[in-house]
C-alpha cells in the first residue's frame, strides 16, 4: 500500500513539473518560441528535429517593435520561409528579449550559439572586439553614398571586418544601420563645445567616444540602452546621443527631452551576424539563401529609417523639442576637439581596417 501511494504521488510530481516548465520570450509577429532555454536558442534550435519540421532560426536586435528593424526583420523571416520552401523558420525577437534587454548579453549569446543571428550594434561589441571603434570614428563618413558603396559584402572594409569577427566567432552577411548619432538633453540648446559643460549624457559604451565627450566638457556615463528611457525620465541623465528614426522616435525618448542637436557625429551600422559555427554548419546554397535574404532586410531597412527622418523630425517638432541643426561652420570646433581625443584611441585599433576605411572615405 505504502509503496502504491509513492509512486502515485511521484506520479503527481513528474506531471506538474512537466506543466509549469519555464518559458522564453515569445518572438514577436505571431511566431511561437521553440528553444526553453537561453543555450538552446541557437545552434541547437537550428538542428532538424525528428518530425521533419522547420529548422529555427533565433534573430535578436535592441530596437523596439515599431522600429525598421523590426520591419526588416519579419521580412528576413518571411523571405527565409519562403525560399528554403520551409526548411528554416527565422523567429524575430526585438528589444534583446532573449537577454532580458541586454544589448551586450545578447550579442555575446550570438557568440556562443544561443543565438542564432542578429543585428548587432558595433560600439557595444567593442567589449568583444575593440578594433570595432574605428567604424565610429567621429565624423568619418564622407556622405550616405559612401557609406552604402562601403558596407556591402565583398568590399575592402567587409573583408577586414570579417577577419576580425570570423576569429571571435562572428559571420558578417549584411548590413542595416543605426544611423548617424544626434544629441539630445533636457537642459539647454547646444551650439557650441561649451554648451555641453557639466551636461551628464549617456553614451553608448565605446572609449573613444567617451573620451570625446569628456574633451568636450560633458560628464559621458555608459548605461545599458534598455534602462535609458527611464534615466531620461528621471533625470539620472541630462540627455544621450543615438539616431532619430532608429531610437529616438522608436523609444520615444523625446517625451523626457526638449533640445535637439542635429550634428551627425558619428554613423552606426548595424551588421547582420551569424553565430560563425552554425553558419559554416549550411551547405554553399543554404548561405547563398541567407545572403540573399539579409541583402533584402538590410536594404529595407534603411529605406525604412530613411524615408521616415523627414516625418520624425515633424513628430519631434510637434511634442515641443528644440531643433537645432549645426551647420558646416558650426561643427568645426567639435570636430577638432573630438579629433585629437580620438587620436590615441584610433591608434590602437586594427591598421588595416583604419586605413580601409579611411581609403574608403578619400
Not at 20 to 31: D, F, L, N, V
Not at 177 to 182: L, P, V
Not at 234 to 260: H, M
Request: proline letters at 5%; a negative charge; glycine letters at 6%.
Amino acid at each position: 500500500m505504502k509503496k502504491q501511494l509513492v509512486s502515485c504521488v511521484l506520479a503527481a510530481v513528474l506531471t506538474a513539473a512537466a506543466i509549469t516548465g519555464c518559458k522564453q520570450p515569445e518572438p514577436a509577429g505571431g511566431q511561437t518560441a521553440q528553444a526553453q532555454d537561453g543555450q538552446t536558442a541557437g545552434n541547437e534550435s537550428a538542428s532538424e528535429d525528428k518530425g521533419g519540421k522547420a529548422q529555427v532560426i533565433t534573430m535578436t536586435f535592441a530596437l523596439a517593435e515599431n522600429s525598421p528593424h523590426h520591419k526588416a526583420g519579419l521580412e528576413f523571416a518571411r523571405l527565409v520561409e519562403e525560399k528554403t520552401n520551409g526548411a528554416y523558420k527565422v523567429e524575430v525577437y526585438p528589444n534583446s528579449a532573449l537577454a532580458s534587454g541586454n544589448q551586450l548579453e545578447a550579442i555575446q549569446m550570438v557568440q556562443n550559439g544561443s543565438i542564432s543571428c542578429g543585428w548587432v550594434s558595433p560600439p557595444v561589441q567593442t567589449a568583444i572586439e575593440p578594433s570595432l571603434n574605428a567604424l565610429s570614428i567621429p565624423w568619418l563618413w564622407k556622405d550616405t553614398e559612401t557609406i552604402d558603396a562601403t558596407l556591402q559584402p565583398g568590399t575592402d572594409v567587409d573583408k577586414e571586418l570579417n577577419r576580425l569577427m570570423n576569429a571571435k566567432g562572428y559571420e558578417i552577411i549584411g548590413y542595416a544601420e543605426n544611423g548617424y548619432r544626434e544629441l539630445t538633453n533636457s537642459v539647454r540648446e547646444i551650439r557650441t563645445p561649451a554648451d555641453m559643460k557639466n551636461l551628464k549624457f549617456r553614451v553608448i559604451g565605446s572609449p573613444m567616444l567617451l573620451d570625446v565627450f569628456k574633451a568636450m566638457g560633458a560628464n559621458p556615463v555608459d548605461l545599458n540602452f534598455g534602462e535609458l528611457f527611464t534615466a531620461l525620465q528621471q533625470k539620472t541623465v541630462d540627455g544621450q546621443e543615438n539616431p532619430i528614426s532608429t531610437a529616438i522616435i522608436p523609444q520615444r525618448f523625446y517625451e523626457a527631452q526638449k533640445y535637439l542637436t542635429v550634428w551627425n557625429y558619428s554613423y552606426e551600422p548595424h551588421p547582420l551576424e551569424f553565430n560563425k559555427k552554425l553558419w559554416d554548419s549550411f551547405d554553399p546554397e543554404t548561405q547563398e539563401i541567407f545572403r540573399e535574404c539579409a541583402a533584402a532586410a538590410c536594404t529595407l531597412q534603411k529605406k525604412l529609417a530613411r524615408e521616415a527622418l523627414e516625418a520624425d523630425m515633424q513628430t519631434l517638432r510637434d511634442a515641443g523639442v528644440v531643433i537645432t541643426e549645426l551647420t558646416d561652420e558650426e561643427k568645426q570646433p567639435f570636430k577638432e576637439i573630438a579629433a585629437a581625443a580620438a587620436e590615441k584611441s584610433i591608434q590602437d585599433y586594427d591598421q588595416a581596417l583604419v586605413e580601409a576605411l579611411y581609403n574608403a572615405n578619400k
